[in-house]
């Protein structure tokens, strides 16, 4: 089991850059894939960046293709999203999620079976 812990949100204008952290407790962190997600008022979860498990690949929505950028640091169980040129439709709630199933598609909310509690990025124009 592992627990997700998300951090970095806050407001930042239009053009800007924030870098999200997802730090995680457990000893076998390498063995789980991550991805972000984001949830915006009224809106359904979306997903937005992940990366996968053992073998370093990494998968983006293509709305934020080019301007984030997912990575981990498995000597300190932790998971980045660094985000540049950010857009007012960015706002959202940002979440973490991990597992370790070796089956499954990232990009989807059903893969994850642990998720932290979210972290608010605010775009203003």
């Known amino acids: 089991q592992v627990q997700l812990v998300e951090s970095g949100g806050g407001l930042v204008q239009a053009g800007g850059s924030l870098r999200l952290s997802c730090a995680a407790s457990g000893r076998t962190f390498s063995r789980y894939a991550v991805g972000w997600f984001r949830q915006a008022p009224g809106k359904e979860r979306e997903f937005v960046a992940a990366?996968?498990?053992?073998?370093?690949?990494?998968y983006y929505a293509g709305s934020v293709k080019g301007r984030f950028t997912i990575s981990r640091d498995n000597a300190k169980n932790t998971v980045y999203l660094q985000m540049n040129s950010l857009k007012p439709e960015d706002t959202a709630v940002y979440y973490c999620a991990a597992d370790s199933k070796t089956m499954g598609l990232l990009h989807t909310i059903e893969y994850y079976d642990y998720w932290g509690q979210g972290t608010q990025v605010t775009v203003s124009s």
């Open positions: 990366v996968s498990r053992i073998v370093i690949n990494t």
